[in-house]
């Protein structure tokens, strides 16, 4: 071995041998501050070992030290849905008597610290769990507990996470009823908006090229002609499209299966429970949630999810059809199509100077691709509905929320930086227009298709414009060309 080159191993070598020793020495330090900070939960099996910072109890922190899976942590949506939920199971059961007041109200006051977000490091379980949402379920349960005793100076059993928080409630009937609440709140809020947006931007590009005449292509050939204004309804027309879509989709959504408990018998809830409780979230929320009446429909399916997200996947093809059009229509800009320019929002290239790259697209699309797989996992975890229940829910509802956002996200972005500061290329469409042999096509009712497909495959081998042929033939006058092929005539 070179000298020189052993030196430097053995340079690298110990570097590494100090950087380790270092880093030991500090995890030991941190395990030993850690340990003087932890209390001891218990539960029914046996005790565990907590921060001592942290809110949750005995259930969470086995969840988090037995799915140590992956990065992906139950959304904040599906946590402040629950947070809802056990607010106005809190209300109603102290409503119905079962809850003393003071109870209720401390629970209450906890989960609207919840729904502002403030305390959203106390729920870091992995998606990755029971399949149930059980763990998340408890999640929300122990920490409201932990901190209602907090806030009113009570001993820790004074409010109990399950005797009292999950009062009438199952992790089987609160977190699917949670998954549907979260989906409709993020639509609603966020995604429907967002696609107000778009079609505000796309209503302003039609009317503002409705008499841009330029050439259609179909199969990726030239077509009869258009206008830029008329292509671009085709992309509203999609926008449009799905909004309803997503909003017929929703109304599936809207049956909550609350108060089913574990199998659906509604067993340790009231019978006033589920409605009551219901319509106080429909006060907060200004949602019209119902309660389902085919509470094991509600427990045992997710086809509800499976349909919704169906929406959810014709919006990313249709976003996904716009977005490619408009960077083949940008493409060039000299040597492509370039019959339209979009904002250069960034350099494109780190080896060529002055490129540009259609990027806003290129995001855009591959949020339609995530989305697309989102869907295929999302009806195979529903089809695995056995029996009484789903325990696939919080890979489900992953991948709704995920999904939301994304489009959301991704549309708003292509649309402040790309859409809005869209240009047509008229000189270069109105080229196209010229040089397009598809204007034969309206001298079909004239000449018959015979001779008007021969003299259109002579003008493409000679090189030649359709009414260069057309005059040399003598098929028709110039004047007759002229008036017969007439883009703005055939748009």
């Known amino acids: 071995m070179n000298k020189d080159h052993e030196n430097k191993i053995n340079y690298f070598q110990s570097s590494i041998d100090e ?3 270092e880093t030991n020495k500090k995890t030991t330090n941190l395990e030993s501050v850690q340990i003087m900070k932890e209390r001891i939960e218990s539960d029914a099996m046996g005790t565990v070992r907590i921060d001592a910072s942290k809110k949750w109890g005995a259930q969470t922190q086995r969840s988090l030290e037995n799915f140590p899976i992956g990065q992906e942590k139950m959304p904040t949506e599906v946590i402040q ?10 209300l109603t059961n102290a409503e119905l008597d079962l809850l003393e007041e003071e109870k209720a109200e401390a629970i209450s006051g906890v989960c609207d610290e919840l ?3 403030i305390l959203n490091t106390e729920f870091p379980l992995s998606v990755w769990q029971t399949g149930s949402g059980t763990q998340t379920n408890m999640n929300l349960n122990e920490v409201i507990a932990h901190i209602a005793n907090e806030e009113q100076g009570q001993p820790d059993n004074w409010i109990h996470p399950n005797d009292d928080v999950n009062k009438g409630q199952s992790s089987n009937d609160t977190f699917p009823t949670a998954m549907q609440i979260a989906a409709i709140l993020k639509v609603n809020e966020r995604l429907l908006p967002v696609l107000a947006k778009v079609e505000e931007t796309l209503i302003e590009l039609k009317d503002r090229y409705k008499d841009t005449i330029k050439i259609g292509r179909t199969h990726l050939q ?19 499209q799905n909004q309803y879509m997503l909003r017929t989709a929703l109304e599936s959504l809207y049956a909550l299966p609350l108060g089913g ?16 409780a219901i319509q106080k979230m429909n006060r907060w929320t200004k949602e019209p949630f119902t309660q389902k009446e085919n509470k094991f429909h509600g427990l045992s399916s997710k086809d509800s999810f499976v349909y919704f997200h169906g929406a959810l996947k014709s919006l990313a093809a249709n976003a996904m059809k716009m977005a490619n059009d408009i960077r083949w229509l940008a493409s060039g800009p000299r040597t492509g199509f370039a019959e339209i320019t979009i904002p250069a929002n960034e350099p494109g290239s780190s080896i060529m100077p002055g490129k540009v790259n259609p990027t806003q697209a290129e995001a855009l699309t591959m949020v339609c691709v995530q989305v697309m797989g989102n869907d295929t996992a999302i009806g195979i975890a529903a089809s695995q509905g056995n029996f009484e229940l789903n325990v696939y829910m919080p890979v489900i509802i ?33 080229h196209y227009v010229d040089q397009s042999l598809m204007l034969v096509t309206a001298l079909t009712p004239v000449i018959g298709y015979d001779k008007a497909s021969r003299l259109a495959k002579q003008a493409y081998e000679e090189e030649k414009t359709l009414k260069e042929v057309v005059m040399s033939a003598g098929v028709l006058s110039e004047t007759d060309f002229d008036h017969y092929t007439d883009p703005r005539k055939m748009v």
């Open 398 to 430: 992953y991948n709704v929320i995920q999904s939301i956002t994304l489009l959301a996200d991704g549309l708003e972005s292509f649309n402040q930086r790309c859409l809005t500061d869209l240009q047509a290329n008229e000189s270069r469409m109105q």
């Open 19 to 21: 950087k380790t020793d």
């Open 261 to 276: 408990t574990a199998v659906g018998t509604g067993l340790n809830a009231a019978s006033e429970f589920s409605e009551r």
């Open 115 to 117: 729904l502002w977000g």
């Open 81 to 90: 849905a629950l947070s809802l939920i056990k607010k106005a199971a809190a």
């Open 222 to 240: 030239d077509a009869t002609p258009l206008t830029f204004g008329q292509e671009i309804d085709g992309w509203l027309g999609m926008i449009q």
